[in-house]
């Protein structure tokens, strides 16, 4: 069993809005006269939490709330939620940027921290002066830098501009060489804020490569925000899901990643007409049914060979149309797309009136287990959208089972299987 290296007992980050420091100066000589005798902080009595939906009463928010949970050593931790959940000012907290209003932060090792693009630089400095800058400040000494220099430029890329000021580089030439500064210098604990998205695609492979050889290869512990699920499930072994600066789930990768996906979810529509976005003016939809339901969760059995899909409304004038379904997985990524009008160009007329549109489309013989997200539009290919509904319904596709085999799990197996001509 591994030793903990990081622990969080019940921090928490209260801010005042609208100020700088803590307030007022009566809220000061409050805080310092409840100090002196002895008493609790009487602003941490109040305060709202970190719900960017709702509009606050209170001036005092905290952006961390009770938060407490442990780190292993050599453990890999995605740190993810919605934009607010307070992700970041976790991180800024455990790097010493900023300290925590309530609670303690327990750290045994070493610290390297990427949380922004240029944190830490000084832009009048050149890339090796900042290099040497760096480790320094995390305590090696020049010898030690001096032995890493040559692979943390040739991982960073930026040879040509090392003796450069840093202020002449681009975003993504800073965010390279930080990173390769922070992963190179032998920390034991690795922080990675979502800087990442501003690399190119060949320098976020690199990185993600990196942090797998820090992490499994070297031992080290790393902590992982990012919006990018499909990375955070690569790289991390254990998930820690933020909202509203709590902790609402802690768990192993896959699961995390279901209870984030599922935040998404709670507020969603629970028919399937409620998540239309966007129809033509001329255009009114009075019901949507997929599956066999106008519900937005339904079941495709393991048997099932075809999915109907039916759209019914009033046009006030006549439409040259088309039904089009993109069948996503759970991060968004297409899995699958319906589009006669696009493919054989095979067009509806529907004159003014009411109308039924109804499809059956056929499923692979092949579906392994899991969720899929239903994008759906009526348009005439390359002229007008119609209607728009993304996200309009999940299918809980059960899984291919026929009396032998087992039904794949759709997080190793993908969600289609292929099978052979026949």
């Not at 539009?377 to 059960?398: F, I, S």
Request: aromatic share 6%; with cysteine.
């Amino acid at each position: 069993m591994s030793r903990n290296v990081i622990e969080f007992d019940h921090v928490g980050k209260q801010y005042v809005l609208g100020t700088f420091g803590t307030g007022t100066l009566s809220q000061d000589l409050n805080r310092w006269w409840a100090k002196m005798r002895g008493k609790e902080d009487p602003y941490l009595k109040i305060g709202e939490e970190n719900d960017r939906t709702k509009k606050g009463e209170s001036r005092f928010v905290w952006a961390l709330r009770d938060v407490s949970f442990q780190v292993g050593q050599g453990d890999v931790v995605g740190i993810i939620g919605k934009n607010g959940a307070g992700k970041s000012t976790l991180l800024k907290i455990l790097s010493r940027v900023t300290s925590p209003t309530v609670g303690t932060i327990k750290v045994k090792g070493r610290i390297a921290s990427l949380l922004e693009v240029g944190t830490g630089f000084h832009p009048e400095m050149t890339g090796r002066e900042n290099i040497f800058m760096n480790g320094s400040i995390m305590g090696m000494t020049k010898a030690e830098i001096r032995s890493k220099l040559d692979e943390i430029v040739s991982f960073a890329g930026v040879e040509k501009y090392l003796d450069t000021p840093v202020k002449r580089y681009s975003s993504g030439m800073i965010v390279r060489l930080g990173f390769a500064i922070a992963a190179h210098l032998d920390p034991e604990i690795l922080v990675v804020d979502e800087v990442l998205a501003v690399g190119d695609a060949e320098f976020q492979k690199k990185a993600i490569g990196k942090m797998h050889d820090v992490a499994s290869g070297e031992g080290r512990t790393v902590l992982f925000v990012s919006h990018n699920m499909a990375a955070v499930k690569s790289l991390c072994k254990s998930g820690v899901v933020m909202k509203n600066g709590t902790v609402d789930f802690i768990g192993d990768i896959e699961s995390s990643v279901a209870h984030y996906l599922q935040l998404g979810q709670s507020s969603a529509a629970s028919r399937i007409i409620d998540a239309v976005k966007w129809t033509k003016p001329s255009l009114q939809i009075h019901e949507i049914e997929i599956n066999g339901t106008d519900e937005a969760y339904s079941v495709v059995a393991s048997d099932q060979q075809t999915l109907r899909v039916v759209v019914r409304g009033t046009t006030r004038e006549p439409m040259t149309t088309d039904l089009m379904l993109v069948m996503n997985n759970k991060e968004g990524m297409p899995l699958a797309t319906f589009a006669l009008g696009h493919y054989y160009g095979q067009l509806i007329k529907v004159p003014v009136g009411d109308f039924e549109i109804a499809k059956d489309i056929e499923l692979p013989h092949i579906l392994t287990r899991g969720l899929l997200h239903v994008d759906l539009m009526m348009h005439h290919p390359m002229v007008e959208y119609q209607l728009q509904a993304p996200d309009c319904a999940v299918l809980e596709v059960q899984g291919f089972q026929s009396g032998f085999g087992s039904a794949m799990n759709q997080n190793t197996n993908g969600l289609i299987g292929l099978d052979e001509k026949r």
